[in-house]
DNA sequence: ATTAATCGTGTCCATCGGACACAGTTAACG
DNA sequence: CGTTAACTGTGTCCGATGGACACGATTAAT
């Protein structure tokens, strides 16, 4: 377990010095944490090991561990490259509520395009500098409200845990045919059963099938903080 | 790999025949799973190993899979057993957002007492009826307002969402001298270092740091949580 | 040409989750 | 009161994992 923190700041923030001697390095950061990326994608976190990686890359495992100090590493750099930088749009839009908008759009999206990373982001860890960039947006889109700083991050916060929360439970969603369509067949088949036992519960959800679309919890949701912050905000103007 | 959903809600909602005739078990799933709890509440979710909870029960790990299949159906136990039912409340709150409010805190206490519950739920997961039971608690509590059967689910999530996002931070700071403290630090380093790059994160660091008093996080993202929700239902009550 | 740094690799280890066979224990049934 | 069938706990074995370490090959600076 040697999660040295400080060798992580140093892979992500650089700064990467060339060798001056020796055979030239076959590898570098950047090819290694796409090869990880890849596999993430296809086959989740959980498929990424040292051997599997090195192999994607034509390699031993071994020969990983000049570029990296161990999976933990890996996986930190692996994030920094799947969220990468934040997209500057064209048409910025000029509200701070337009903006935190397509921020947390963008960020849903990303959460999406790699669902691993999720897994990867749990409990304390070191950011890189792409995810700083997309904190530093979210943060500067909500300058000029009366917010203070602890307000605006706390904030960013929030909107954060509600992308996580949505991509989690689209995860469990999952497309058809796939393991994790099963469960929704559970959890319906367990409330049928259990129907009396949790009555509202049971009400929302043949409500909820009823209304057929789902997939509205994510704007429900962000509508719904973003409301939150206009009363806060208004508030602070008057 | 073997998740079999079908046995995780065989083993979460019963039934539990006794077996009839051979020895007597010396262990049941309650101990099991709590000797799990005490473990991970100690080492966190990654020391808990089969041959760990075998041997704080005394017995070896195979005498384990008499009762557990796997290790996910123990983590799942596990899960159930450390958030336990809804503590019934003397006397419950009158409208919907003090009766969420109140829920949302019992929750996030749980999530705190256990933090490693946080690596647990993570993707799509058979759900036991303690935790059920939760949910059925928060749904209820909008019962009557004008939300339908998936708004009141979208919004149960929502505030879920939220108390995942504290629970995480509230970890990544930690107590003093625990490791976790550490990032705080490398943390400010960075934003000193690389304030230029960052200049609204790091001015809203810097303000928070000033003000002094974090960890309002949790109060500020349940209030305009709520804020949110109250704006839709008045708007759908008149 | 020599040397020192850096490379990729092979070998070794502890630990993990799990499969499986085996012997001991116990309750039901004749 | 035997017999038997079910069930228990355990020991052994396996493949895969993350990682330590030493080795020989390669290359740039001297």
């Known amino acids: 377990m040697g999660d040295n923190h400080a060798e992580t700041v140093r892979l992500l923030w650089g700064p990467h010095t060339k060798p001056s001697r020796g055979p030239r390095p076959t590898l570098d950061l950047d090819r ?4 990880g ?13 040292m051997q599997r990686v090195a192999a994607q890359l034509g390699v031993t495992k071994m020969a990983l561990y000049r570029y990296v100090p161990g999976k933990a590493e890996l996986v930190a750099l692996m ?19 337009g903006q935190l908008a397509d921020w947390a759009r963008c960020l849903f999206a990303a959460f999406q395009r790699h669902p691993w990373t999720l897994d990867a982001t749990i409990g304390p860890r070191v950011m890189g500098p792409a995810e700083l960039g997309w904190m530093e947006r979210a943060v500067s889109a ?16 929030l909107l954060v845990g509600h992308v ?25 088949d367990l409330m049928r059963a259990q129907g009396e036992r949790f009555p509202a519960l049971a009400a929302a959800f043949a409500s909820a099938e009823q209304t057929g ?3 509205q919890a994510w704007e429900f949701g962000l509508q719904r903080i973003l409301d939150g912050l206009a009363v ?7």
Do not use: F, K
């Not at 290694?32 to 090869?35: G, P, V």
């Open 164 to 188: 996580r929360g949505i991509t989690q439970q689209a995860r469990a969603a999952g497309p058809a045919g796939t393991p994790e369509a099963e469960l929704s067949g559970i959890l319906a």
């Open 37 to 49: 990326i890849e596999i993430a994608d296809a086959e989740g976190l959980a498929g990424v090991s």
């Open 79 to 97: 994030v920094e490259a799947a969220i990468g930088p934040y997209p500057a749009q064209d048409p910025q839009p000029s509200g701070w509520r």
């Open 142 to 157: 909500l300058d000029g409200t009366g917010l203070g700083g602890a307000e605006r991050m706390d904030a960013v916060v």
């Open 232 to 238: 806060l905000i208004d508030q602070r103007e008057h």
């Open 32 to 35: 290694i944490a796409r090869a």
């Open 213 to 215: 679309g789902r997939d």
